[in-house]
């Protein structure tokens, strides 16, 4: 009787189990398609959190339930517009609300799609747990710190130690003991060359060092000054990919790179007002500077708009000329060519030298693209003038004082 | 004994210091951009094209256009930025540009720079932006959902293209000051490409 009745509990706690497991293998398969379905249809105009965040329509969260029935949802998704047109009274009250924005109509999606979506909506997004696993290595980086700080101190200790120990037993056995600095000096008197080594050792570093420092003048190699807002290049560029030429529009057709104004920053920052590292802080700079409240995802009428003052890196001299959209547009060089890997940079720095010999240089080495349909003639006798070689800048002027001083 | 090893010594610091160069690899950043010989050669007074100025207000040598001008070559946009004149556009508008191989080409260029981060390099919508909000942008071969448009993606027509670049759409910002007139319109001719594509 006993058995049978242990018996039956164990059945009882098995199938338990089997159907908590199945359960919950159901129910995240359920979150897992409502993601991803949410993330290809709903995610560009819906925020996943309180309703507050307004995207292009208000964002979701599970208050969504409470305020509209299960039906009324399945109607509204499928074809907002027929609702809006059949009189619904909620649903024409949302159409104004949101200026009258039709949401798009989703009729291919099967009640069991909108219930995964619905399910997403509920539960909500993961929460983030970036900001902890930073914490967690920073605590570890700090952790092998000290004990390499322990270890070194033992070993500083030990020597310290030896070192009494022998002084000790040299007193015991009544051994002289001889000043270092002492001997030094005689050893140095019976090597005289040791000194003549030194001394040319000495002018020669101090001549290599006058001539580093000296190298140094009007070269701002390496130069990374502290910028306005922490902008990363190897977030946007780099991470995200965004081509150089999308913020940077006129390096193709002007003098100049330049550097964007803050409307094209507000393309993307209209909607993303939170940053991987520096949360909100940094992108609020922007906001400052134009006056746009990100709660409203309004611009304040007559605002005192202020320029962001980024700080300049790349300074030539007044006295040469140069040109981006020679070098971009007509020679179709890479950014990263003269600018290096700036994708890679979360801090803009000079990466080239800059100077004369590193233009001239580029310009001596570069071959000319001789394809070019308009300046066939011109080509052909630069070709033959030159019986077949290559044809590098340098061959057709670019070398010439005048091109980039006057 | 003790002369061998200070001769090798003395060579090797020699050689090791001769190796060094000011420009190697190993970067030393600074936030000094460093001296300049006689820099009154090199910095005129005149005021350099973003340099800070006091002559105005805001400080700022950048200027926008003075009001009621329009610069040489811009072509006005006679359409608001309302969901009315975004379908009027795409009635109406007709891309003026000759669709030759040449053009579809440079709208390509024109396409990778400014669209592809979020449309996609062949315009399915995956582009390589990272954030959420931006992973559910809609392919250009999409023929199931009717838009806001009254069309499908596959059925936007060039005018409804060209008034989403000048105002922006949705969560898409207007990009009017970055791509000018006929850049747009060759944008879109690489785009009715992309839209004819795997079907």
Redesign the interface.
Same mark, same amino acid.
């Given at each position: 009787m006993n058995s049978l009745l242990s018996s039956f509990v164990k059945n009882v706690i098995v199938v338990f189990l089997f159907t908590t497991c199945l359960s919950t293998f159901l129910y995240s398969q359920d979150i897992a398609l409502g993601e991803s379905l949410y993330? $290809?249809?709903? $995610?560009?105009?819906h925020?996943l959190g309180p309703e507050e965040k307004k !995207?292009?329509g208000p964002g979701l969260n599970d208050e969504i339930f409470e305020e509209h029935t299960i039906e009324w949802l399945y109607k509204w998704i499928r074809n907002s517009a027929e609702l809006i047109e059949s009189g619904d009274k909620v649903a024409n009250e949302l159409y104004e609300e949101y200026n009258? $924005?039709?949401m798009?109509?989703?009729p @291919?999606f099967s009640n069991q799609d909108i219930d995964n979506i619905l399910e997403y909506i509920r539960v909500g997004p993961p929460e983030v747990t970036a900001s902890n696993e930073q914490v967690t290595t920073s605590i570890e980086g700090s952790e092998s710190n000290t004990s390499l700080y322990i270890i070194l101190s033992i070993l500083l200790f030990n020597i310290i130690l030896l070192v009494h120990v022998k002084n000790t037993l040299k007193n015991a056995a009544s051994v002289e003991r001889t000043n270092f600095f002492a001997s030094v000096f005689y050893w140095l008197k019976a090597?005289p060359? &040791?000194i003549v080594?030194a001394s040319? !050792?000495i002018v020669?570093?101090g001549m290599?060092g006058c001539w580093?420092t000296l190298?140094?003048?009007? &070269? $701002?190699?390496?130069?990374?000054?502290?910028q306005p807002i922490a902008f990363s290049h190897k977030i946007h560029s780099g991470?995200?990919?965004?081509?150089c030429?999308?913020c940077h529009?006129t390096a193709r057709s002007s003098? @100049?790179a330049g550097?964007p104004?803050v409307?094209?920053c507000?393309?993307?920052h209209?909607?993303?007002n939170e940053g991987a590292i520096t949360g909100k802080e940094e992108i609020n700079k922007i906001y400052e500077a134009v006056g746009f409240d990100p709660n409203t995802r309004t611009y304040i009428p007559n605002y005192d708009?202020?320029?962001v003052?980024?700080v300049?890196i790349h300074?030539l001299?007044? !006295?040469a000329y140069f040109n981006h959209s020679q070098h971009v547009n007509v020679a179709g060089l890479e950014c990263q060519t003269c600018h290096g890997p700036v994708e890679e940079m979360e801090e803009v720095?000079q990466y080239s030298?800059l100077t004369m010999g590193w233009c001239v240089n580029c310009h001596r080495e570069t071959e000319i693209d001789t394809d070019n349909p308009y300046y066939h003639d011109l080509h052909k006798e630069w070709i033959d003038k030159y019986h077949g070689e290559e044809v590098t800048v340098d061959m057709i002027g670019g070398r010439e004082c005048a091109k980039c001083h006057y | 004994m003790l002369n061998k090893l200070t001769y090798i010594l003395v060579l090797v610091i020699i050689v090791t210091m001769g190796c060094g160069d000011s420009s190697s690899d190993g970067r030393e950043l600074t936030r000094h951009p460093g001296y300049e010989y006689m820099p009154n050669m090199y910095r005129s007074p005149s005021y350099e094209t973003y340099s800070a100025n006091p002559l105005f207000n805001d400080n700022s040598t950048a200027r926008l256009p003075v009001k009621g001008t329009i610069p040489r070559g811009y072509v006005p946009f006679e359409y608001e930025n309302t969901l009315d004149d975004y379908i009027k556009s795409g009635e109406e508008l007709i891309n003026p540009l000759e669709n030759n191989l040449k053009n579809i080409e440079e709208g390509e260029a024109l396409y990778v720079m400014f669209c592809a981060h979020c449309h996609g390099k062949n315009g399915d919508g995956n582009g390589s932006i990272q954030h959420p909000l931006y992973g559910a942008v809609p392919s250009y071969t999409d023929d199931l959902l009717v838009r806001r448009s009254g069309t499908t993606m596959k059925g936007l027509s060039d005018g409804h293209m060209y008034h989403a670049i000048t105002y922006g759409f949705n969560a898409m910002g207007p990009h009017a000051s970055q791509i000018n007139s006929d850049e747009r319109w060759k944008i879109i001719m690489y785009v009715n490409e992309l839209q004819k594509e795997n079907n």
């Open positions: 993330k $290809a249809n709903c $995610a560009s105009c925020y !995207l292009i009258k $924005a039709v798009t109509a989703f @291919h090597n060359s &040791v080594f040319i !050792l020669f570093s290599k580093n190298s140094t003048i009007g &070269v $701002a190699q390496n130069y990374q000054p502290e991470d995200n990919g965004i081509d030429n999308y529009h003098k @100049h550097i104004s409307n094209v507000m393309n993307c209209t909607y993303i708009q202020k320029p003052e980024w300049r300074n001299p007044d !006295l720095y030298k | -």
